[in-house]
Nanobody, 122 residues
Framework: VQLVESGGGSVQAGGALKLSCAAS????????MGWFRQTPENERERGAT???????TYSDSVKGRFSISQDSAKNTLYLQMNNLKPEDTSIYYC?????????????????WGQGTQVTVSS
């Protein structure tokens, strides 16, 4: 599975961005997908996840502002980010899990994209 993110950039607080993640490889190896972002402690924290049936989860920090979705026909994962805040500034990663189950911790995801930078200025 290969994952390639796009759509990052710079925006002012209150603005919006939409990230895309183009996935290649068998869909059988993508039971769960998610968007994570890098913390100052160099860890990857969950933004949102979606399983192959369309069930989603969100972290408290993005709930109500971000929306994760997927287009199976295009093999693409999206993250619509609205009402962005300076604290949303980070590198955002697309991730996929090839085993059954969908989890919120980055340790359970075994495929990762290269990341895309999102910068929100006040």
């Amino acid at each position: 599975v290969q994952l390639v993110e796009s759509g990052g950039g710079s925006v002012q607080a209150g603005g919006a961005l939409k990230l895309s993640c183009a996935a290649s490889g068998s869909t059988d190896r993508r039971h769960c997908m998610g968007w994570f972002r890098q913390t100052p402690e160099n860890e990857r924290e969950r933004g949102a996840t979606i399983n192959r049936y369309g069930s989603t989860t969100y972290s408290d920090s993005v709930k109500g502002r971000f929306s994760i979705s997927q287009d199976s026909a295009k093999n693409t994962l999206y993250l619509q980010m609205n009402n962005l805040k300076p604290e949303d500034t980070s590198i955002y990663y697309c991730a996929a899990r090839s085993r059954y189950g969908c989890y919120t911790s980055s340790q359970y995801f075994n495929y990762w994209g290269q990341g895309t930078q999102v910068t929100v200025s006040s």
